[in-house]
């Protein structure tokens, strides 16, 4: 199944206020073409037991642009990564045992 912006960004929000978070910047915003390596082996993010989420944008233009959005809000990350394929948007509540 793949997700539209608004689609993706109306999740995330849920998610986040249902964390107990309370700053956007305890989260990081990402999208890739290979959700499992990076979210996992390159973040290092407890796949058991972590806060995660991710979504496969309908198009990498959405993706980024999802991405940007949370950016703009405080999220940690950065734009510009990821190649012509990478469409899964991912987010990650940020602990001493991940990786930024």
């Known amino acids: 199944?793949?997700?539209?912006?608004?689609?993706?960004?109306?999740?995330?929000?849920?998610?986040i206020s249902k964390s107990?978070?309370?700053y956007y910047?305890?989260?990081?915003?990402?999208i890739t073409n290979d959700i499992r390596r990076?979210?996992?082996?390159e973040h290092k993010v407890d796949e058991k037991n972590g806060w995660?989420?991710?979504?496969?944008?309908s198009s990498k233009q959405i993706a980024q642009d999802a991405e940007e959005h949370y950016l703009y809000k405080g999220m940690q990350g950065d734009t510009g990564g990821?190649?012509?394929n990478s469409v899964y948007v991912y987010?990650?509540?940020?602990?001493?045992?991940?990786?930024?």
Do not use: H, P
Request: hydrophobic share 30%; proline share 0%; glycine share 6%.
């Open 82 to 84: 990821g190649t012509d």
């Open 25 to 30: 910047s305890q989260f990081y915003i990402g």
């Open 1 to 15: 199944m793949t997700y539209n912006y608004s689609q993706i960004v109306s999740d995330i929000d849920t998610r």
């Open 20 to 22: 107990g978070a309370k």
């Open 52 to 57: 995660w989420v991710w979504y496969k944008a």
């Open 38 to 41: 990076r979210l996992f082996t």
């Open 91 to 100: 987010c990650y509540y940020i602990t001493n045992n991940t990786e930024e």
